[in-house]
């Protein structure tokens, strides 16, 4: 299909037809197609505008983010310890532009949910007759004294894809040997639950074959995590001399409070202090700053009907991903493509004035302990309610074990990687990546 460009999207804004696509029966709406606009190019918002498109090719979908190029958090741990490359893990839009997707590199700086309207940062606004916000995340910085977005340029928190992963790999590549590495991990509900301890995993491997003097010291504001297990059993098989993970207790909270970018010094409350020769710090999260702006949240993530992920703050809106409340659900990408197609299939069934049904969702988030060694956790998710509540409760849950054999373990490896290609084909509509490794 011939791409749309920006001026083909103003001129079909302005409600001129467009390249054919209205074999499909239009939307029950006024004159034009309908129009969607997507805010964030991540799998949320890529996977709408994906399922969006192959439902109803006559919709006029467009998706805002300001990156050309996305770098997937999910297998970044996996750069990290080796095992991928900076390469196979960074993806373009041209696969979602080939798809019939507008996609406008752009920030959304504003949304008048009562105009139907979405400000950009450059561009002409956007009006629209749906819209999704799926923006991800923002860090709350303030709850670390002396960390800053400036600061984590010396400790990054390597949270968000690209930059972050990359400045974090190059500063495990230059640590001396014998340096000290830590990490700081912040309480629940954070993007990724099991991912700082994958995380700790790859840091180990990586010191474990590159820098066999050196040490990693994890402080965690959290008493227990997910997959615990099984990762505590990984430190101690593998990275017995090199791990020190620190949870808080009663007597110790282990949050990480305050940094010095200068000195390296790392403080939890109850006072310890390291000098480290590399910090990654993974501070508190809250949604996506534009969600806050558009009066979507409450506190910190955005509230939504969980039977189809629309918002409860906005007319026509939906939120999905990260910035959501989930309830049991975790902040995953796999979660958030599993909202995506329910979110995508309640656009068309609501554009269409069809029945709408309440959404089923799924959720598996493999981590990588060891090479050829990976645990995953997950489950079904289905609207419930209680005391009047509506909410997301897990069904079927499903954890791998600490003595698993080591064929189950490569099986799961094998599960995640195959996932990952496949995830990366249906988002960004790229050929399968090889399978490789990048030692
Ligand atoms: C280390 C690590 C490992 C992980 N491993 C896994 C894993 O193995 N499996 C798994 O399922 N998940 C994993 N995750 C979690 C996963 O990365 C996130 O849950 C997922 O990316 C959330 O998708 P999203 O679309 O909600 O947000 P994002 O991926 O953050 O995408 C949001 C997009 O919105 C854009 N945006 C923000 N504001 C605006 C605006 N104002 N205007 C326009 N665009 C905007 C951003 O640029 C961004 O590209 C991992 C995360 C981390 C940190």
Request: proline residues 7%.
């Amino acid at each position: 299909m011939t791409e749309i460009t920006r001026r083909d999207f103003n001129r079909l804004a302005a409600g001129a037809t467009l390249l054919g696509l209205s074999e499909v029966p239009r939307p029950a709406l006024a004159a034009g197609p309908a129009k969607v606009v997507i805010i964030g190019g991540g799998p949320g918002g890529a996977a709408v505008a994906n399922r969006l498109k192959s439902a109803d090719s006559s919709l006029n979908i467009v998706l805002v983010e300001p990156k050309e190029r996305y770098t997937t958090c999910f297998y970044s741990n996996l750069y990290l310890g080796g095992f991928r490359t900076f390469k196979s893990i960074t993806h373009d839009y041209e696969g979602v532009k080939k798809r019939g997707v507008t996609v406008v590199t752009d920030t959304a700086t504003r949304i008048d949910t009562l105009a139907k309207m979405v400000i950009l940062a450059k561009g002409a606004p956007l009006p629209y007759d749906r819209l999704v916000v799926a923006p991800g995340i923002d860090f709350k910085y303030e709850t670390i004294e002396g960390y800053s977005p400036e600061a984590a340029k010396v400790m990054p928190h390597a949270w968000q894809g690209g930059e972050q992963t990359w400045l974090l790999k190059e500063k495990l590549l230059a640590l001396p040997d014998g340096g000290l590495v830590v990490m700081a991990v912040p309480q629940n509900p954070y993007r990724c639950p099991p991912g700082p301890y994958e995380r700790a995993c790859m840091i180990a491997h990586f010191l474990k074959t590159k820098k066999p003097k050196a040490r990693l010291v994890l402080f965690d504001a959290k008493k227990t995590y997910s997959k615990q297990a099984v990762f505590e059993e990984a430190f101690d098989e593998y990275y017995k001399d090199i791990v020190e993970i620190n949870l808080s207790n009663e007597i110790d909270d282990f949050s990480v409070v305050k940094v010095d970018a200068k000195t390296g010094v790392v403080t939890t409350k109850t006072g310890r202090t390291e000098r480290a020769a590399l910090a990654n710090i993974i501070p508190a999260q809250r949604a996506g700053a534009i969600a806050a702006s558009a009066g979507l949240t409450e506190g910190d993530w955005c509230p939504v009907d969980p039977v189809n992920f629309t918002s409860t703050r906005a007319k026509d809106v939906y939120v999905l991903g990260d910035a959501a409340i989930a309830h049991d659900m975790p902040k995953s990408a796999y979660s958030a493509v599993s909202q995506a197609e329910v979110v995508a299939a309640d656009i068309v069934a609501d554009l269409h004035g069809k029945p709408r049904s309440s959404g089923h969702y799924r959720n598996t988030c493999w981590s990588m302990v060891a090479p050829d060694n990976s645990a995953k956790i997950g489950g079904d998710y289905v609207p419930a309610s209680k005391d009047g509540k509506a909410y997301l409760e897990v069904k079927d849950p499903f954890i791998s074990k600490p003595d698993d054999s080591s064929d189950l373990r490569r099986q799961v490896y094998q599960e995640s990687a195959d996932w990952y290609q496949s995830i990366c084909e249906d988002l960004f509509g790229e050929t399968p990546l090889p399978n490789f490794r990048n030692p």
